[in-house]
Each structure stands twice: as C-alpha cells, then as structure tokens.
C-alpha cells in the first residue's frame, strides 16, 4: 500500500506492506480521504515527528476487515479519531483527557496519509461512528478538528449569551466561531486576511480586519486559533477585566501573558488541546445537523500531491487540505 512519510525536509510515497488484521481485534480500513491538521504542519516543520512518520489523523474511511465486538461491518463508512483516554487516570478523572498516558499513547496506524489503516477495538467502541449519510467524506472529515474547538468551547464555560472573539479565521477559527454560535454565544471573528474575513460573515456571523476592530469591543472570552505571536496583544486588547483568553494554538516565540495583567484584570488564561469521545460525538451532531458549514473550506490534493498540500498550507495559499485517497 502507499503511504507518505516525513524524510528529512519532505514527505515523500513509499510502498509499505499491506494492512491486514493478522488475528487481531480491531479493522482495516480503506482511507477514503485525510484532512491535514494544522498540528501536522508543526510537527512537520518543527522536525518534532522522526523521519518515516505517516501523519495525518482527520480520517473517513471504509471497513474492509473486521474482528469487533461492536456492530460495525465490512463496507461501513466511518470517522474516528486517533487517541483514546483511559478514563481512570488523575487526568481523565479531572477532565484532561488529552493529558492522559494511554491517549497520547494510542493511535491509529500507521497514520492517516496512507492507503490503509489499523484502528483498533478501542478505537472502534470510543471513538469511531457511522459516518452520517448527509455527509459529504469531506465535510465528514472535520470531525475530529471540529471536535478539538467543541472542547475548547466547554473548556471556557462561558455563560449562555456571552460576548466571544475568535482571533484569527483560518479553517479552524471558522469552525470555532461556528461552534461558539452553535453553544449560544454572541461571536465575533478577526483576521488580517480579508477573504478569511468575508468567509466567516458569509456564515452570517460578525467578522472585521483586526486593524479595523473597534478599539473599545471587550469580548467575555477570546479564542486564540491564531498561531501569531502579536495576536497576544489583540486579545489582551479585546478581553474585558474578568474574562477569559482560551488558548487554541502554538506560537512561534512562545510569548507569554504577562502576569501583572492576570493579576489586575483577574484574566483567566485556559488552555485546550485535543478532545474527548464526547467532545467527539457533539462535533458529529453539530456537522450532522449543519449547525456547522464546512463547504467551500477544503482544496483536495491526491495522495501524491501531498508535499504540495503541505506548501500551500504552509504558505496561507488555502483554507485547508484534504487529501483525496479513496
Ligand atoms: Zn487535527
Ligand atoms: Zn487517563
């Protein structure tokens, strides 16, 4: 089977050995399409991932072999995401899920960037689902990212009818804005690229350049999915005294929130990171229900095309890549 594989600079093809159960529990599955996460850029280019790594985790696939407990069948069509938590460690016990040992130890295999997949019999009864039939495999693909920002949603805890910024509208700013809306939140959106902009009040919600934000709008919580470091700032701007800035994104110099204006302010500053089985399920409803639009966002590559998918969304040329397998 092909898969595509970091090797130094570049993810490159390679042929591994096909994908087959070899007695185990768990499936094979044909991957029908993989989004690329904006954590596999970071992982990419900050060399975090060894040479031979198969990334990738945003995938719809089809069953073609099967050893379960559960109902799922050959030929079913589903979305999962990669890692499960234990459910009994102190960070499961206190909702840090994604903090847990035995999360960040399971994954799909051998990533999603490959012809076949081995998802496990814990991958099937936690974290795999039906992909719903009004979805598109491309819409059904942001399952998992859509997922991430219902967390980082609930992790805030704003109350019903609160004021939150989302800074910064690149694919996943949208969907947070979204899925803010979708939680009953008043939403505003900024961005410096005027497309990203006009794309989020075509979803019919409030959006501006940053440089033409009032300087007096103050958010109750600010959603950072800008990976910039000067979108720091912004949000120290735009959260009144008392609210929350929820943390979505790695920034380069690893700037950090001064503790003075914690402290005066009585900030809180959260963080969020990957999600829960139910985080998981909530995100499928919302796309399910299309209280979430996800059209238009993706540029489809073919497998082969992968290195390129990785430029154009290093380079802000797309919105996000889906990587076409099927
Ligand atoms: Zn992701
Ligand atoms: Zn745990």
Known sequence: MKTAVISKDKIVIKQAPDMTLNGRQGAVVKVLGCGLCGSDIVKFIHKISKDGTVLGHEIVAEITEINSKTNFKIGDRIVTSHHIPCGECVYCRNGNVSMCKHFKETNIVPGGFSEYVYLSEEHLQNVAHLKPENLSDIEA???????????????ANLRGNST?????????????????KAYGMEVTGCDLIPDRVKRLRNLGIAAFNVKEMDPNFEADGVFMTSGSDKAINTALKHV?????????????????????????????????????????????????????????????YELDDIQKAFDDTINNRIMKAYIDIG
């Open 141 to 155: 693909s942001f399952y998992e990212p859509l997922g991430c920002c219902v967390r980082a949603v609930k992790r």
């Open 164 to 180: 939150a910024l989302v800074i910064g509208l690149g694919s996943i700013g949208i969907l947070m804005a979204q899925a803010l």
């Open 240 to 300: 009144r005294n008392g609210g929350k800035i929820l943390v979505f994104s790695s920034t380069p110099n690893n700037w950090g929130y001064a503790n003075n204006e914690i402290y005066y302010r009585e900030l809180t500053v959260l963080g969020s990171y990957s999600p829960s089985p139910v985080d998981l399920q909530d995100s499928l409803n919302l796309l399910k229900s299309k209280q979430v639009k996800v059209d238009g966002l993706s540029t489809i």
